[in-house]
């Protein structure tokens, strides 16, 4: 039998899932209370968030994570340690603040001055240049002036202006015209504009934190957190103590959270250091004190000003990698734990400087797993494509069609992940995120690829605690919390399911970081989309790994491009003005590989600014097909590049094909409103089983031969998914075979309406089961409609007669809010935690009077409206129903 099947079957799989422990310095009790109750969820991992803590790396915390460990320890749970002591990671525990002032991070700015119809020589006043402007809007902002004197002048350049800041490529160096605190030069006749750029340790971000890429400032990080707890722990390194998690680190070259600081599209101080500056002087050579405006603004020319943005670009993101990523993930490898966590991806800020850490793949390279978050809203039930307004406006397409293949491609290609990928979720959703939804997110990122979980939070506040909600105990207020339990059983499972074997895909996306570094492009997400819209997996492939396959186990065969033991049979690339020498040379010598440009092919080559070389490097690509992207996929299908194909179109639904011992095969529906119902064509033998995991159910699926093709026939309605396994043999033995539900309805002789005459009563989740007065409704409404603020739990109870006892029987629920129970005379019969709300119930009924009781749980939502405003609101949200309504049934054969 399929081992993994054997698993399913005999509960016997590992734990993936590690969420946030919030530690505010709460007594032991509590967080002893707090780790069972992560442990009854079934979750042996916790990942400890010291942000709230208030001694964090201090006595106190480690009075607190003494508790943590030995509590885990008792119950055979790993621990993580989320690497700082605020957010974002970078902090190193105040260390630069407190020790290491000249380690914080470094910059390079400029002022401008503008030189018209000069006629004579001009002398400028440089020193007040060497700082920012400022006015009347500053006075009383604080200015460390003691460290702005300390300031370098690193060139003075001279370009003629063209027009709207657009200079031309006749750049003068008159750096070496400076003498103490003055330039004095002749310009030639016409407008010229004058950059004086100097390095700085004042105009940028936070101040406090370390510079990204720099060796002696990254390694602040360790002496601050790192070794400190290797000193507690070290016995337990790579036993109890798993690992550290860096959360959002990024360049913070500027504060906020604006997602546009891409380089040359936003005025902004720039990441900087001694490394970079001599990286810089090798690759640009004489001049790279005279292209320095460019990484500002654009020439007319564009020639030198691609080149330049793109070297420094290239530059900073290898030592962001280098030092910060390598660094880190080195010392975890020495010391027998690993290191995880994720950077900021949204709307595109994974290539971006900023918040971002401008390469999504170098950032991650030290880490042990693959990693992204998806909080505060980003993948929505029913949102697809749609922009997110919420506390920053969202690129729903990225985030629907990206963010997660982003993530698990990574994990699929690095070596060094294991084919991990792990996923920060729920966290900032609000308290109206329940388990439906949650089921819904979890499947969306299991589909894609994504095989850990960071679940966002336990926390150990009392309730209410407004810091970015939903928390799943709650204190014990959270009247879903056995139902989140329920959840995460089937999270471990699915989880299970899909490590340790191989993802299939038949096309590789190149990643778009180094072309939105040189000039216009297609983002990814557009292809991205076509593609899972048709059911053609893909996983996206950074230049990186294509320069370098041999270090990813890679290379080119028999018309494939194999990765990591991945094969893919085309390489699609967006549209980019500008490709590299690196990827025009891997394009030449991809001899019989498919490789197709989408809507346009380059004109020119970032890294390159020989005329001659430039058109030698683009002769390579002139064998590659042109397809416009509305083309693409009857291109990719034309040319049997695919995997799976639907009889009929459904853009919604969404799979993942996987080899452990056979083939597997993931199915979703994403559609908020859409059946589907059809056949798929797949590879496939001839016996397989359908596994619908939250029941942990397998059931035999008849498989259909077709001019050798193997078909299936599935039904999944909106918030639905399943699992196919092939196999050799009937693993679920003499289980019947899979019958949508919708057909077995259809061959009820007998169907009872029991929409009305319910008797209702209320309790809150910290009382039950002591519920309240019980009162009779007729007909079944919200009891929002009722109690508009009330959360808990809600019991519903009737008898139904029956003449004969039924040789199967269905319940059948329209409308929950939103978790639900069932029993039938006092047998338990299951937990439903989202749509479709269908019991089978025909073992439990019997002939004469049979009692139903239906428990709904509902989110703690509408308890906001008992409960003082919180102190920020991220978005407005609509408020669901909450109850049992809508047409109940009872249909019998």
């Keep these: 039998m399929n081992k993994t099947v054997q698993d399913l079957m005999n509960h016997q799989t590992e734990n993936y899932i590690l969420p946030f422990l919030w530690m505010r310095g709460e007594e032991e009790p509590v967080i002893r209370e707090e780790i069972a109750r992560i442990y009854e969820c079934g979750i042996r991992g916790i990942c400890v968030e010291a942000r709230p803590h208030p001694d964090f790396a201090g006595p106190g915390w480690w009075h607190d994570l003494d508790i943590v460990m030995d509590e885990a320890k008792k119950r055979g749970m790993r621990v993580w340690v989320l690497d700082d002591a605020h957010f974002p990671t970078g902090y190193a525990n105040g260390l630069i603040e407190k020790k290491y002032p000249n380690r914080k991070k470094t910059y390079i700015n400029y002022n401008t001055v503008d030189v018209l119809g000069a006629q004579n020589e001009v002398k400028i006043h440089i020193t007040p240049m060497l700082k920012p402007k400022t006015s009347w809007l500053d006075i009383g902002k604080p200015i460390d002036k003691e ?199 949204d709307n595109d800020q994974h290539s971006r400087l900023g918040s971002g850490a401008g390469h999504f793949f170098r950032a991650l390279s030290g880490q042990h797993m693959s990693g992204i978050d998806v909080i505060g809203g980003q993948v929505i039930f029913g949102g697809a494509g749609l922009e997110r307004r919420g506390l920053f406006k969202g690129d729903g397409e990225f985030y629907h069609y990206t963010l997660g293949k982003l993530g698990s491609s990574y994990g699929h290609l690095d070596p060094k992940k294991k084919g991990r990928t792990m996923c920060e979720l729920f966290g900032a959703y609000g308290w109206k995120l329940g388990v439906r939804d949650m089921k819904y997110i979890l499947d969306h990122l299991v589909v894609r690829g994504i095989n850990y979980l960071v679940p966002h939070a336990f926390s150990m506040r009392e309730y209410p605690d407004f810091d970015c909600p939903p928390h799943f105990y709650a204190r014990g207020h959270n009247p879903q919390f056995k139902h989140f339990a329920h959840l995460m059983h089937y999270a471990n499972r699915l989880c299970h399911i899909f490590n340790g074997g191989r993802h299939v895909a038949p096309v590789a996306v190149l990643y778009q970081g180094e072309s939105e570094w040189s000039g216009n492009s297609m983002k990814m997400q557009k ?157 496939m033998g001839e016996s397989a089983v359908v596994y619908h995991g939250l029941e942990n159910k397998f059931e035999n699926l008849k498989v259909n031969r077709e001019k050798g093709k193997s078909i299936i026939y599935l039904e999944l309605k909106p918030y639905e998914s399943c699992v196919i396994f092939e196999s050799d043999e009937n693993p679920a033995g003499e289980a019947e075979f899979y019958s949508p539900l919708s057909i077995k309805l259809n061959e009820c002789e007998k169907v009872l309406n029991l929409s009305s005459e319910w008797n209702y009563s209320l309790v ?22 009722e109690n508009p603020a009330f959360t808990g739990i809600i019991k519903y109870e009737k008898t139904v007669d029956l003449e004969e006892q039924p040789e199967q029987g269905y319940l059948s629920i329209e409308y929950i809010f939103e978790a639900v129970e069932v029993w039938i005379n006092d047998e338990y019969i299951g937990m439903k935690i989202c749509p479709p709300y269908q019991f089978e119930v025909g073992n439990y009924l019997r002939k004469g009077t049979n009692t139903i009781r239906v428990e709904v749980a509902t989110t703690l939502d509408r308890d906001r409206l008992n409960q003082p405003e919180p102190p920020f609101i991220i978005w407005h949200d609509p408020m669901d129903p909450t109850g049992m309504f809508g047409k109940i049934t009872l249909s019998c054969v």
């Design 147 to 345: 460290e702005q004197k300390k300031n370098q002048l690193i060139s003075v350049v001279a370009a003629k202006l063209v027009t709207d800041g657009i200079i031309h490529e006749e750049l003068i160096d008159l750096t070496d015209r400076v003498e103490g605190d003055f330039l004095t030069c002749t310009l030639p006749e016409g407008p010229w504009r004058v950059y004086v750029v100097y390095e700085t340790k004042t105009d940028g971000g936070n101040p406090k934190y370390i510079n990204m890429i720099d060796e002696e400032s990254v390694s602040t990080q360790l002496e601050a957190v790192y070794e400190p707890h290797f000193q507690h722990y070290k016995e337990e390194f790579g036993k109890t103590f798993a690992g550290f998690f860096s959360d959002e680190p990024a360049f913070g070259n500027v504060n906020g959270f604006d997602f546009n600081e891409s380089i040359g599209r936003k005025d902004m101080p720039l990441p900087w250091s001694e490394e970079v500056k001599n990286m810089l002087m090798d690759d640009l050579k004489g001049n790279w004190r005279v292209f320095l405006p460019y990484l500002w603004n654009s020439s007319e020319e564009m020639k030198q000003c691609v080149h330049t943005r793109y070297t420094y670009m290239d530059i900073v993101t290898r030592l962001y990698e280098k030092n910060f990523s390598n660094q880190l993930g080195k010392w975890c490898e020495a010391h027998n734990v690993e290191y995880i966590g994720h950077v900021i991806e």
């Design 764 to 785: 809150k989740n910290k009382e039950y089961p002591k519920f309240g007065e019980v009162n009779l409704m007729k007909e079944l409404i919200p009891i929002s409609k």
């Design 527 to 683: 292809p991205a989309r076509v593609l899972i819209e048709n059911q053609i997996d893909f996983d996206f492939v950074s230049i990186d790994i294509l320069t370098d396959l041999g270090l990813y186990n890679g290379r080119l065969e028999n018309k494939h491009l194999i990765i990591n033991g991945e094969e893919f049979k085309c390489l699609v690339i967006p549209y980019s003005q500008y490709i590299t020498k690196e990827l025009a040379a891997f394009i030449k010598n991809a001899a019989g590989l498919e490789i197709i440009f989408v809507d346009n092919k380059p004109e020119g080559i970032s890294n390159a600014v020989d005329g001659q070389e430039i058109s030698e490097l683009l002769k390579a690509v002139e064998k590659c097909k042109v397809i416009p992207l509305k083309e693409l996929v009857s291109e990719l299908q034309a040319e049997g590049i695919y995997d799976i194909k639907l009889k009929q179109p459904f853009k919604d639904l969404t799979y993942y094909h996987y080899i452990k011992e056979n083939n597997i095969y993931m199915f979703q529906n994403e559609s908020a409103h859409e059946t589907f119902s059809g056949e798929i064509e797949l590879s």
